[in-house]
C-alpha cells in the first residue's frame, strides 16, 4: 500500500493507492481526515488485502465507488458491499451491460466476478460526498461508455480509471469503446481540471495533467495540434 497523498500539512483528503487482481488494478482507498470515514474507489478484488488497507488506515467505510464496468474494477464490488452493508455508487448507467456479465467475465479472465445493482448510478455534474468530502463525478466515455472520473477540487485530485495512464491512454477496442470519445473526454473534460491536478489511473503510476499535456505520446498537445 502506498500513500499518495503526503503532506506535512493534514490535508482534508489522504488516499492511499492498493493494487489488486492479477492486472494489478489501482483500487484508492480515500478519506475525510476530519471524520475518518472513507470510500474505496474500484474495489475490484483481492478483498481481504482491501479489508486490511482500511483496518490499517483507522478509516470507517462510508460506501464504495465504481468508475467502471470492467471487471478488473468492479468484479467484486457487490461481494464486498453485501459482506460490509455499505452502498455502491457509480457508475454512469451506460455500463450496465459490462456490469451484467461480471459473473461471465469472471469465467473467461479467471477473476472473481459477480453481477450487481449500483445503489446509485452517476452521471455527469453529480457529486458525490464521504465523510465532508465533496467530489464532482464527470463522465468520461471512451473506454467504456459509462466511465466516470472522481474530481476533488480542493486537493487537485482526480482518479480517472482507465481514461488516462502515465504515457498512455485507455483502450478503445472493447464493445461499444470509442477512441474520438476518449480523446474528448480527456481534452474536453481532464485538462480544464488544471495542469496541477494529480491523478490516479487504473494501473501504473500517478502523473498530473501538466506532464500529459507535454509528454504522453497520444494526447499531448503537441500531438493533438
Known amino acids: 500500500m502506498t500513500d499518495a497523498s503526503a503532506n506535512p ?5 489522504r488516499a492511499a493507492i492498493i493494487p489488486v487482481t492479477p492486472l494489478q ?12 470515514k472513507g470510500a474505496l474507489v474500484d474495489p475490484g478484488g483481492d478483498l481481504p488485502k482491501l479489508k486490511a488497507a482500511v483496518a ?5 467505510l462510508e460506501k464504495l465507488l465504481v468508475t467502471h464496468g470492467h471487471i478488473d474494477h468492479c468484479g467484486e464490488t457487490g461481494t464486498l458491499a453485501k459482506e460490509l452493508g455499505l452502498p455502491i455508487e457509480g457508475p454512469h448507467e451506460e455500463d450496465r451491460f459490462w ?34 468530502l465533496v467530489l ?15 474530481h476533488h477540487a480542493p486537493s487537485k485530485l482526480a482518479i480517472v480509471g482507465d481514461v488516462l495512464f502515465q504515457g498512455s491512454i485507455g483502450r478503445t477496442d472493447f464493445p461499444r469503446g470509442n477512441h474520438k470519445d476518449l480523446i474528448d473526454s480527456i481534452t474536453q473534460k481532464l485538462w480544464p481540471l488544471g495542469n496541477d491536478t ?28
Not at 25 to 35: A, I, R
Open 9 to 13: 500539512v493534514q490535508p482534508p483528503l
Open 136 to 150: 464532482d463525478v464527470i463522465h468520461c466515455p471512451g473506454h467504456t461508455p459509462g466511465h466516470v472520473v472522481f
Open 56 to 60: 490499517q488506515a483507522g478509516v470507517t
Open 25 to 36: 488494478q489501482n483500487c484508492t482507498l480515500f478519506w475525510c481526515t476530519q471524520t475518518m
Open 99 to 132: 456490469i451484467s456479465r461480471l459473473d461471465d467475465d469472471g469465467r473467461n479472465y479467471g477473476i472473481a466476478g459477480s453481477v450487481f445493482e449500483p445503489d446509485r448510478w452517476l452521471k455527469d455534474g453529480d457529486t458525490v460526498t464521504v465523510g465532508n
Open 198 to 225: 494529480v491523478f490516479v489511473p487504473g494501473h501504473g503510476p500517478t502523473s498530473n495533467f501538466g506532464f500529459e499535456r507535454q509528454r504522453n505520446g497520444f494526447v499531448a498537445d503537441h500531438v493533438l495540434a
